[in-house]
């Protein structure tokens, strides 16, 4: 039982470039998420999909695009990529739709750590 | 706007001691308080959580503890060990509407032998 991939670990772009960042779950899970990780910050969320076929803006949505693919898959995709936009990300899965309750923890993967030059 | 504030931003703690980080909070709507553990190259996954039904949670040598007259939670972890060196990070949320989790900052656990 593989939880949530991620693909790939690491990543170097140039400021400008595109990229897609893939995750998948194996769980059988209503709602994926995008967070970022930065020293201090914490985990902000990115976008999310609350359940196949929706998706909407988190906390820090600029520069980003998401896409549901199926209830399995969800992209994240920098169109442009900018220095500030270097930081771990993280795909995350839960089982009810909506938001982590008490009954539906959050399922992170391994993350992707990306470098923008 | 940070709503949850979480301290130390690191620590460091000798084998068999006590481990405790603080978080408070401002959205008195929040009703739903875990606790995430994150080791190195890996994502975090959840240790613990509670409700504000009660003051206090133990899982093991795990325990939170709630305040909520004073908006703040923490984790104890008693008898810390070596292997619990990592990343905790506070977070809340309330499961009205369409909130979000919030996460607190994090805070970098050092267990010394």
């Known amino acids: 039982n593989a939880g949530v991939t991620q693909t790939p670990k690491f990543q170097v772009l140039k400021t400008g470039q595109s990229m897609t960042l893939q995750c998948a779950q194996d769980m059988n899970h209503n709602s994926m998420y995008w967070y970022r990780q930065d020293p201090g910050m914490g985990l902000r969320l990115i976008y999310y999909s609350a359940s196949e076929g929706t998706t909407d803006k988190g906390e820090v949505p600029n520069g980003y695009n998401v896409s549901r693919l199926n209830k399995r898959e969800f992209s994240l995709r920098l169109e442009s990529a900018a220095p500030s936009q270097t930081s771990v990300y993280f795909c995350?899965?839960?089982?009810?739709?909506?938001?982590?309750?008490?009954?539906?923890?959050?399922?992170f993967g391994n993350g992707t750590r990306l470098t923008v030059t | 706007q940070q709503q949850v504030k979480q301290s130390p931003q690191s620590l460091i703690v000798q084998k068999g001691g006590i481990s405790i980080i603080n978080c408070a909070y401002e959205?008195?709507?929040?009703?739903?308080f875990p606790w995430y553990q994150q080791f190195p190259g890996k994502g975090p996954a959840l240790l613990i959580a509670i409700r504000p039904d009660v003051s206090e949670k133990k899982e093991g040598r795990f325990t939170i503890s709630f305040n909520k007259s004073a908006k703040q939670f923490s984790l104890h972890i008693m008898d810390s060990q070596p292997g619990d060196s990592a990343t905790y990070f506070c977070a809340a949320i309330s499961n009205f509407g369409n909130e979000k989790l919030t996460f607190g900052t994090g805070t970098r656990l050092t267990i010394i032998p």
């Open positions: 995350a899965s839960s089982e009810r739709e909506g938001f982590s309750s008490y009954n539906s923890p959050l399922h």
């Open positions: 959205n008195t709507a929040f009703d739903y």
